[in-house]
């Protein structure tokens, strides 16, 4: 058990099963990338253990970029705009592949992928280290996802607690 803040954490995953997990599905992205070059996107703070975990796994030539996702109240029906912060790179015509921590209810990843797409990327696939099937809002092709995990608030392994927490190996579950 570990205290974060004014919460305690139980062990949920432990570091040798999540490195197995994106073994697996770095054996995927290299059976479908081979040759295309493509262009990753972390997204920042959460992906940044991930991706580096996920490329050292990968095979092939690629290109690793990073951005921060900031929402802010646009001019939008919804009320609020995802700003792509730090994403300089021309992504006209690249195979784009996001490097995300985790999908809740998908909103993110919902308004990133189309933004990806209008900036001229010539494909884009997520690869997402895990996933709340039980939250998801908006219907979302997620191809590459390490692992699955009920609605529960987890830490560790990138993943913050009001900003403490990121630096855990393991992956640690809020108690109730
Ligand atoms: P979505 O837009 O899919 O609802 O939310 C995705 C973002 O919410 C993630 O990138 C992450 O920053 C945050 N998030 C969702 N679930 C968790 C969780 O269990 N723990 C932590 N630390 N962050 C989470
Ligand atoms: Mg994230």
Redesign the pocket.
């Given at each position: 058990m570990i205290q974060i803040l004014d919460k305690q954490f139980d062990l949920f995953i432990t570091r040798e099963q999540i490195d197995r997990d994106i073994t697996a599905i770095a054996e995927k992205i290299n059976a479908d990338y081979a040759e295309r070059k493509p262009l990753l996107i972390g997204?920042l703070n959460?992906a940044f253990i991930f991706a580096a975990d996920l490329v050292r796994k990968l095979n092939f030539e690629h290109e690793i970029q990073f951005t921060k996702i900031s929402s802010y109240d646009g001019m939008d029906t919804t009320g609020e705009v995802k700003e792509l912060i730090g994403l300089t790179v021309d992504i006209t015509g690249r195979d784009v592949i996001i490097v995300?921590?985790?999908?809740?209810?998908?909103?993110?990843?919902s308004h990133l992928v189309p933004q990806l797409k209008a900036k001229g990327a010539r494909s884009v696939e997520i690869a997402a280290l895990l996933m709340?099937p039980g939250k998801l809002k908006v219907p979302l092709d997620v191809k590459y996802c390490a692992m699955e995990i009920p609605n529960?608030?987890?830490?560790g392994y990138g993943?913050?607690?009001d900003n403490y927490g990121r630096n855990y190996a393991d992956i640690y579950v809020v108690k109730e």
């Amino acid at each position: 058990m570990i205290q974060i803040l004014d919460k305690q954490f139980d062990l949920f995953i432990t570091r040798e099963q999540i490195d197995r997990d994106i073994t697996a599905i770095a054996e995927k992205i290299n059976a479908d990338y081979a040759e295309r070059k493509p262009l990753l996107i972390g997204t920042l703070n959460g992906a940044f253990i991930f991706a580096a975990d996920l490329v050292r796994k990968l095979n092939f030539e690629h290109e690793i970029q990073f951005t921060k996702i900031s929402s802010y109240d646009g001019m939008d029906t919804t009320g609020e705009v995802k700003e792509l912060i730090g994403l300089t790179v021309d992504i006209t015509g690249r195979d784009v592949i996001i490097v995300e921590d985790i999908i809740d209810t998908g909103t993110t990843m919902s308004h990133l992928v189309p933004q990806l797409k209008a900036k001229g990327a010539r494909s884009v696939e997520i690869a997402a280290l895990l996933m709340k099937p039980g939250k998801l809002k908006v219907p979302l092709d997620v191809k590459y996802c390490a692992m699955e995990i009920p609605n529960e608030f987890i830490v560790g392994y990138g993943l913050d607690y009001d900003n403490y927490g990121r630096n855990y190996a393991d992956i640690y579950v809020v108690k109730e």
